[in-house]
């Protein structure tokens, strides 16, 4: 297999809205011709809870959100709620006709697989790709989680979801956003969701711990952000022949997602959207 050129974007943590607005200049500019791949990875400061493009925003208890001085953000991938905070975040963006996220959706997540598995392989974690393709959402797919239950191609280790990803298609290009939460509670996002009672959210903080974990929670020991972000650029190289040039994201780029913070994810209109981006 020849060797397949790309950027290693690793970015200071930051804002919700800043983050999801940088994945899409960088995706612009990958539809554009202007950029060769990227695999961009990146934590949130503060913590900050995203929805998928159409999630309802109903799923939110904004004063409890408000009270813990977290950001909420809604994110152009779909999937279910995340509480972005004590992870690593990858995002895989390029176009639409690269040979690794070409063709069906289930096909791109069965191949950028291999490298997240790779890179907990290597972290010592014996995760494993979860390969049923039936598209029946389990009952747990109605709660707000994304992390309740794993999809097709997505990675679990002792039966436990690990690594959510979700993508965004478009005419020219494709982002995939995915998640690894490294350690800290996992239950934190049920405070700011909203449920009927308290009975309904101490349920569903108990089923999330039955059904997804953390790498310390799995492993026993504590893997930093640096560790990981070395364990993934290492495997996607590897295992998927890429060459990685280390960059920062152009001028140009940075103003194009200083534009869109303002026209799209930090604009409150966007958060209530629930549907489709154009």
Request: aromatic share 6%.
């Amino acid at each position: 297999m020849s060797v397949d050129r790309w950027r290693l974007i690793q970015t200071a943590p930051a804002r919700g809205a800043w983050n999801m607005a940088l994945d899409e200049a960088l995706l612009e500019s990958c539809e554009r011709g202007d950029s060769p791949p990227v695999l961009r990875l990146y934590a949130w400061q503060p913590p900050c809870l995203s929805l998928g493009y159409a999630q309802p925003l109903q799923d939110v208890d904004l004063p409890r959100l408000s009270e813990r001085g977290w950001d909420l953000v809604r994110r152009p991938t779909g999937g279910r709620a995340i509480l972005h905070t004590d992870e690593l975040t990858y995002a895989v963006i390029g176009p639409l006709g690269h040979p690794l996220l070409a063709g069906p959706v289930l096909e791109s997540y069965r191949r950028l697989a291999r490298a997240l598995l790779a890179a907990l392989h290597a972290l010592g974690l014996p995760a494993e790709m979860n390969c049923q393709e039936d598209g029946h959402p389990s009952p747990a797919m109605a709660n707000p989680v994304c992390f309740e239950a794993p999809s097709a191609y997505e990675i679990v280790l002792q039966g436990k979801k690990l690594i959510g990803s979700a993508q965004a298609r478009r005419r020219g290009g494709v982002l995939q956003h995915g998640t690894l939460p490294l350690y800290g509670d996992l239950t934190r996002i049920v405070e700011v969701l909203s449920f009927p009672d308290e009975r309904a959210r101490r349920t569903a903080a108990t089923r999330l711990l039955q059904r997804a974990t953390t790498v310390e929670m799995a492993s026993g020991r504590r893997v930093t952000w640096e560790m990981a972000a070395q364990a993934f650029a290492e495997a996607f190289s590897q295992t998927l022949s890429i060459q990685f040039e280390f960059s920062e994201p152009t001028i140009s780029e940075k103003r194009r997602a200083e534009e869109l913070v303002r026209l799209r994810y930090a604009n409150p209109d966007w958060a209530k959207r629930e549907s489709a981006p154009g």
